[in-house]
């Protein structure tokens, strides 16, 4: 029933018209001004390297973008690469494999590729993306450390060209009400963040419990959202870690990947924040921000949708949005435009999470704190 009236929703109004919608709501969520005017600007046009689980949702969500179009395709899996050349009207041409993807530099007709395959993947694909001189929008995590995330970050520089980080959330309705709602002092002197993220991995041979893969374990996958969302909600930089990990499962959870782990954040203006990473605990997906005025809870806060939230005042009212169809229409006007959008989605932001998430492993291993530079 809510899948069916949000993609009516969707289709109804065009994902711009949404963009149009959600900026002229109200605090109350109502619309002042009915927008509906068909786009006729610029259309990103787009490859996904890595047709898996994710790659799909995004591709489905982009049907619904009219900035965005899924014009190309990177798989190493030849019948994949037919399959969705006949779903989304791909030409030959545009297709690649992980051996002749360089080759998309000769190619006009591609602005911009996602990256969207196993995290250690991400640093050598995105910096072959940017020798091809196109666009890099890479997964999260970014890289599996800081090192690797610098080195992309340079190579998009030299290139002359955008690298951004597929942070769903930072364009999500009622995360961006929270972040409102803080910067305009609704909720006080900022005291606590609460970020509990984690479910239950399944499949022990999967890519993302092989550590040379992975890069680690679900704090890699899964805590980065808590990492991410403690940043987003308190909004500031961590400046010391302490973490503590918990290991159920040696043989599911080999030697560096992690099962859980609960860390703490310190932050420069006072505010601590307490999280919890875990694939091994299910329906954990729930914020908490307080303040010296008022609260949030979201709850779910990260997983697809529909986000739910309450403050001090109430439910929190915005549209239902597919998270993948908003983040690929601002990221076009990233992209084509310069927009800034609220919350960073570049590579200087997926570096962040990437020197917190060695933090963390730092302080899991030495159990001491660890400060972080400003
Ligand atoms: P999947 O395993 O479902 O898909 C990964 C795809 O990458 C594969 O289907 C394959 O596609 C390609 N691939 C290339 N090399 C390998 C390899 N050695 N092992 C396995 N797959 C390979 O993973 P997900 O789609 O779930 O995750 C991919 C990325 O997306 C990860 O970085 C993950 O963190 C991120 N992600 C982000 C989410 C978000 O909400 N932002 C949600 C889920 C994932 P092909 O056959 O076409 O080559």
């Keep these: 029933m809510y899948m069916n009236s949000r993609r009516d929703f969707l289709q109804k109004l065009g994902a711009s018209a949404i963009m149009m919608q959600l900026s002229s709501m109200t605090a109350s969520g109502q619309s002042n001004e009915p927008v509906q005017q068909p786009y006729k600007g610029r259309v990103l046009r787009v490859a996904i390297m890595?047709?898996?689980?994710?790659?799909?949702?995004?591709?489905?969500?982009?049907?619904?973008?009219?900035?965005?179009k899924l014009v190309g395709l990177i798989s190493g899996t030849p019948s994949k690469i037919k399959e969705w050349q006949a779903k989304y009207d791909i030409p030959e041409s545009n297709c690649y494999n992980y051996d002749n993807f360089d080759q998309v530099k000769s190619n006009p007709?591609?602005?911009?590729?996602?990256?969207?395959?196993?995290?250690?993947?991400?640093?050598?694909?995105?910096?072959?993306v940017a020798k091809a001189g196109k666009h890099a929008i890479c997964e999260k995590p970014m890289a599996l450390n800081a090192k690797e995330g610098q080195e992309m970050i340079d190579a998009c520089n030299k290139a002359n060209v955008k690298l951004l980080v597929?942070?769903?959330?930072?364009?999500?309705?009622?995360?961006?009400?929270v972040?409102?709602?803080?910067?305009?002092?609704?909720?006080?002197?900022?005291?606590?963040?609460?970020?509990?993220?984690?479910?239950?991995?399944g499949d022990p041979t999967q890519w993302r419990l092989n550590k040379a893969l992975a890069g680690g374990g679900a704090l890699m996958d899964i805590g980065i959202?808590?990492?991410?969302?403690?940043?987003?909600?308190?909004?500031?930089?961590?400046?010391?870690?302490?973490?503590?990990?918990?290991?159920?499962?040696?043989?599911?959870?080999?030697?560096?990947?992690?099962?859980?782990?609960?860390?703490?954040?310190?932050?420069?203006?006072?505010?601590?924040?307490?999280?919890l990473s875990s694939y091994n605990i299910n329906h954990l997906d729930r914020f908490?921000?307080?303040?010296?005025?008022?609260?949030?809870?979201?709850?779910?806060?990260?997983?697809?949708?529909?986000?739910?939230?309450?403050?001090?005042n109430?439910?929190?009212?915005?549209?239902?949005?597919?998270?993948?169809?908003?983040q690929m229409e601002q990221m076009s006007g990233i992209i084509l435009d310069g927009n800034r959008p609220v919350v960073a989605v570049d590579g200087e932001e997926g570096l962040k999470d990437l020197k917190i998430i060695e933090a963390i492993y730092r302080a899991v291993k030495t159990g001491q704190k660890v400060f972080l530079k400003a």
Aim: hydrophobic fraction near 35%; include cysteine; charged fraction near 20%.
């Design 288 to 312: 908490f921000l307080s303040g010296d005025k008022g609260f949030a809870e979201m709850q779910p806060s990260t997983g697809y949708g529909p986000i739910k939230g309450r403050t001090h």
């Design 314 to 326: 109430g439910e929190i009212i915005q549209p239902i949005v597919t998270h993948q169809t908003i």
């Design 166 to 177: 597929g942070y769903r959330m930072h364009f999500e309705p009622r995360t961006l009400e």
């Design 225 to 275: 959202y808590a990492i991410n969302g403690a940043r987003y909600m308190v909004g500031e930089e961590p400046n010391w870690v302490t973490a503590q990990e918990t290991k159920t499962d040696p043989v599911k959870f080999k030697e560096d990947v992690d099962e859980t782990i609960q860390f703490q954040l310190g932050f420069p203006g006072g505010a601590v924040a307490s999280c």
């Design 179 to 201: 972040i409102r709602m803080r910067n305009a002092g609704e909720f006080g002197k900022i005291r606590f963040f609460q970020g509990q993220c984690g479910f239950k991995a």
């Design 109 to 128: 007709n591609i602005d911009a590729v996602y990256v969207i395959t196993p995290n250690e993947l991400h640093h050598s694909q995105v910096i072959r």
């Design 50 to 68: 890595g047709l898996g689980g994710y790659g799909t949702r995004v591709a489905e969500a982009m049907q619904a973008c009219s900035k965005v």
